[in-house]
């Protein structure tokens, strides 16, 4: 796999968790959205949830994939990453909810409180905190968000292999 190709898939992986976060922030917290019904709240939120945890899903892969253009300096940091998500559930989540309506291991559909307990894993029974892990608005600090580690991958590979905004859309 080449560094450009990292470089990319990087940055877009980046804008998907920032859309995600934020767009869940605003659906939850946008006066524009205070009218909006509680089933469609409940809709919203689960379209944020169900695209954030399918973007998560994705590291192990991207990890597998590209680790070998990643700068040494942030290898830690993508192995961390890793760890953390497979704690949270998310390929398991993605697997048994979003990504399918049926639980092989169990041969039925998961219950809506089996949803919700696993969702409770996903993101730590702590909506808010879950977003900020992703992506803190206020400052994504390396290494204690989702956005500053794939920024910072990102940033490193592009000044190790002189890639800039221009081999974006190359």
Not at 102 to 117: A, G, I, Y
Not at 129 to 148: C, D, K, L, M, Q
Request: hydrophobic content about 40%; overall charge neutral; aromatic content about 10%.
């Amino acid at each position: 796999m080449t560094a450009v190709e990292a470089f990319r898939f990087l940055n877009d992986y980046v804008g998907d968790l920032v859309a995600g976060t934020r767009s869940l922030e605003l659906f939850e917290t946008f006066p524009l959205f205070s009218n909006v019904s509680d089933s469609m709240r409940v809709v919203l939120r689960r379209m944020c949830l169900s695209h954030l945890v399918v973007t998560l899903s994705k590291w192990g892969e991207v990890y597998d994939r590209y680790r070998d253009v990643f700068p040494d300096d942030v290898l830690q940091p993508c192995r961390d990453l890793r760890k953390e998500l497979d704690r949270r559930g998310v390929r398991n989540f993605r697997n048994t909810v979003v990504g399918h309506i049926w639980d092989k291991k169990l041969r039925r559909p998961l219950t809506v409180s089996e949803v919700e307990s696993r969702l409770g894993l996903v993101i730590g029974n702590d909506l808010a905190s879950f977003r900020t892990w992703i992506n803190n608005p206020a400052g994504n600090e390396f290494p204690y968000t989702v956005v500053a580690v794939c920024e910072r991958i990102r940033d490193r590979i592009g000044e190790q292999h002189g890639l800039g905004s221009a081999d974006l859309l190359a």
